[in-house]
């Protein structure tokens, strides 16, 4: 008998602790739907480049070139035009440039 009563209490907990998560997470996906969100289409010749630097957080050519194991050259095209069709911000300190994504921007190929 207290083993099925024991059962029942467990199961009674999990099911509390279960219903407390979805709670939570109804606060967060009303949080989320009621963010700014673009979805953007781009080539796919900058998605190395937009996954690294998402990855990074932020960072320079050359952090992202070592990420995505092309050169910083190429990577420095790459950001400098993801920054003039809006989808990265620039921060200039002395020589370097860091970039960042803008937030809530999903970007596709």
């Not at 407390?20 to 949080?31: M, P, S, W």
């Not at 963010?35 to 960072?59: D, E, K, Y």
């Not at 950001?79 to 921060?91: P, R």
């Amino acid at each position: 008998m207290d083993l099925v009563v024991g059962k029942t209490t467990r199961n009674f907990e999990i099911r509390l602790a279960l219903e407390k998560v979805l709670k939570q997470l109804e606060v967060i996906d009303a949080k989320l739907s009621g963010m700014p969100q673009v979805q953007v289409q781009v080539s796919s010749r900058f998605l190395p480049t937009l996954n690294a630097l998402t990855n990074l957080g932020c960072g320079t050519a050359s952090q992202v070139s070592r990420v995505t194991g092309r050169s910083r050259a190429f990577e420095s095209k790459n950001l400098n035009e993801l920054y003039v069709i809006g989808l990265l911000e620039k921060e200039v300190q002395g020589r370097m440039k860091i970039f960042k994504n803008k937030g809530g921007q999903e970007v596709c190929a």
